[in-house]
């Protein structure tokens, strides 16, 4: 190969190197080099033309900026760059086709990065269709057996292999990937997302989809908000505003005590007849301020957006306390009420709370599982958590903001599925209360 002065100085070429011709005068390189046995194309240029493709490697890279490669059928050489690529058409490329370096130079050339294609099955260039199927076959069964192996099993064979992959692609194939298992499902004492997660087997037993459970609990949300909740507001303030028309504006509900408002009751009933049907609603709690600015603010919006399962609101800058009563224990108070209400007198039960007596219990109540028994169970008050009776078994379910809210459906779904619709002697359907068609 015959060089000039220049390149043998740039490239440290001794003179008893083979192969090579030191030239007196400088001439074109690229005249005087035959293509085929000095190329300079890079991995996006590997064809010369659309004729005749010519595969080319660039196997050494000296410094860190690469070639750009020229389109036409023999590259330009510049000798002025710091870095140019070549290999022997005649014999494979390894380290003993090199040339000799200095020891500074051999170990710039250990951190050098070679390119995919530094030693190919075909060590001549490809001219014809044929040589370039034969090339495209070698190489896919090279790479099959690149992917076949893990990774770990693959780093003593790679290192001895001069075709090495460096691209994103390759070493993710090259790697062993498993399959991640679910975590079994974790009850947490607080859960502030939206989705609600019931126990598989309670929603299997009773054939409930979570997708079921879902819009069921926000109807139930729905429901409560726009029949009852303010339905009762707007009670508190008609009741108000008669209060200070008969000259009693001192006694306003949320303002007084239970025991005033019952007097109130007792004494003004001609003005005021449905104010003995509020006071159940209101007497849950001795802080009346906040319990009536609560239940205001809960019904506004329509769906209990304000709703917190495990504590409550603020009233006149002041933070709620665990001495106040959370949301959820307020809406099932209210709820209580409400089927209170509207459910006949039981002999059984002379307090006038036929619902609360029979289908609600709390602590510190215990358990009682018996066939004929049908009802929901507060069993922790802060945090609050609900279970359902039925029968002799005990539903429980995963705690969070949406605990109170699946203890409703699953009730209301086995008085629609065990019990024909009835509450007792009340039709919970569009003849009764109309409260079924949160599970149509």
């Given at each position: 190969?015959?060089?000039?002065?220049?390149?043998?100085?740039?490239?440290?070429?001794?003179?008893?190197d083979p192969g090579f011709k030191v030239k007196k005068h400088?001439?074109?390189?690229?005249?005087?080099?035959?293509?085929?046995?000095l190329q300079f194309m890079s991995w996006r240029n590997s064809f010369d033309n659309s004729s005749s493709p010519t595969f080319s490697t660039t196997p050494?890279?000296?410094?860190?900026?690469?070639?750009?490669?020229?389109?036409?059928?023999?590259?330009?050489?510049?000798?002025?760059?710091?870095?140019?690529?070549?290999?022997?058409a005649s014999s494979p490329v390894s380290f003993a086709s090199t040339p000799k370096l200095s020891a500074g130079d051999r170990s710039l050339l250990r951190r050098l990065n070679y390119s995919d294609d530094l030693e190919s099955s075909i060590d001549r260039p490809i001219k014809n269709k044929r040589q370039l199927e034969?090339?495209?076959?070698?190489?896919?069964?090279?790479?099959?057996?690149?992917?076949?192996?893990?990774?770990?099993?693959?780093?003593?064979?790679?290192?001895?292999?001069?075709?090495?992959?460096?691209?994103?692609?390759?070493?993710?194939?090259?790697?062993?990937?498993?399959?991640?298992?679910?975590?079994?499902?974790?009850?947490?004492?607080?859960?502030?997302s939206s989705e609600i997660h019931c126990g598989d087997n309670v929603l299997h037993k009773l054939k409930i989809t979570e997708k079921m459970l879902t819009v069921w609990c926000e109807r139930m949300r729905k429901w409560i908000c726009q029949t009852i909740l303010v339905k009762?507001?707007?009670?508190?303030?008609?009741?108000?505003v008669t209060l200070i028309e008969i000259g009693l504006p001192e006694f306003q509900i949320g303002n007084v005590s239970l025991f005033a408002l019952h007097q109130i009751a007792t004494t003004k009933s001609q003005h005021l007849p449905?104010?003995?049907?509020v006071l159940p609603y209101v007497d849950m709690h001795s802080n009346q301020e906040y319990l009536v600015r609560r239940l205001k603010d809960l019904a506004h919006g329509g769906c209990m957006g304000d709703f917190k399962w495990n504590s409550g609101g603020n009233y006149e800058d002041k933070q709620w306390?665990?001495?106040?009563?959370?949301?959820?224990?307020?809406?099932?108070?209210?709820?209580?009420?409400?089927?209170?209400?509207?459910?006949?007198?039981d002999p059984h039960f002379p307090d006038g709370k036929p619902f609360s007596s029979k289908y609600f219990k709390k602590i510190p109540e215990k358990v009682v599982l018996a066939k004929d028994l049908t009802y929901i169970y507060q069993s922790s008050a802060n945090p609050p958590h609900f279970k359902v009776v039925i029968g002799e078994e005990l539903y429980t379910l995963p705690k969070g903001r949406n605990n109170m809210f699946c203890a409703l459906i699953i009730f209301l779904h086995y008085?629609?599925?065990?019990?024909?619709?009835?509450?007792?002697?009340?039709?919970?359907?569009?003849?009764?209360?109309?409260?079924?068609?949160?599970?149509?």
């Open positions: 190969m015959p060089i000039t002065p220049e390149q043998q100085k740039l490239f440290r070429i001794s003179e008893n400088c001439d074109n390189v690229s005249d005087s080099v035959k293509s085929e046995r050494l890279n000296y410094s860190y900026s690469s070639w750009s490669s020229t389109s036409g059928g023999s590259p330009n050489l510049d000798t002025t760059s710091s870095s140019w690529n070549y290999y022997r034969e090339y495209l076959k070698v190489y896919e069964e090279e790479d099959k057996k690149r992917k076949s192996i893990s990774f770990e099993e693959s780093k003593p064979f790679m290192t001895k292999m001069t075709t090495v992959d460096n691209s994103p692609m390759s070493v993710l194939s090259k790697c062993r990937y498993q399959r991640a298992y679910r975590l079994p499902h974790l009850e947490t004492t607080e859960d502030d009762l507001v707007n009670e508190i303030d008609d009741i108000n449905t104010l003995s049907s306390c665990d001495d106040l009563p959370t949301d959820s224990a307020l809406v099932m108070h209210v709820l209580c009420c409400y089927f209170d209400a509207h459910l006949p007198p008085m629609k599925t065990k019990e024909c619709g009835m509450l007792g002697r009340v039709n919970l359907g569009p003849s009764g209360l109309n409260i079924l068609w949160i599970l149509d």
